[in-house]
Nanobody, 124 residues
Framework: QVQLVESGGGLVQAGGSLRLSCAAS????????MGWFRQAPGKEREFVAV????????YYADSVKGRFTISRDNAKNAVYLQMNSLKSEDTAVYYC?????????????????WGQGTQVTVSS
């Protein structure tokens, strides 16, 4: 089992940057593929980015490709989301999620563990 805590959210102007962090408990962090998801008011939670267990493979939603970068540090039990060139449509609560599998997936329901989320607000 793993517990996840996100941090780094806040208010930023359009075009700015933020770096989200997700700290994981437990000694088996490297056995989980990790994803970032987001949920805007009145919308369903959607996939943003995912990284495999070693960090060697990543995949992004088309809406963030080229602007966001997911990374992880298994020695620190952490996963990160660097967000650049932020747009107002990126405003949402951002969640990290863990899946005990080497296969990276984008489906929300396939992730077993979730953090409580961190708010990102982009002002235009």
């Amino acid at each position: 089992q793993v517990q996840l805590v996100e941090s780094g959210g806040g208010l930023v102007q359009a075009g700015g940057s933020l770096r989200l962090s997700c700290a994981a408990s437990g000694r088996t962090f490297s056995s989980y593929s990790m994803g970032w998801f987001r949920q805007a008011p009145g919308k369903e939670r959607e996939f943003v980015a995912v990284i495999n267990r070693s960090g060697g493979s990543t995949y992004y939603a088309d809406s963030v490709k080229g602007r966001f970068t997911i990374s992880r540090d298994n020695a620190k039990n952490a996963v990160y989301l660097q967000m650049n060139s932020l747009k107002s449509e990126d405003t949402a609560v951002y969640y990290c999620a863990a899946r005990p599998s080497p296969v990276i997936v984008t489906t929300t329901s396939l992730y077993a563990y979730w953090g409580q989320g961190t708010q990102v607000t982009v002002s235009s």
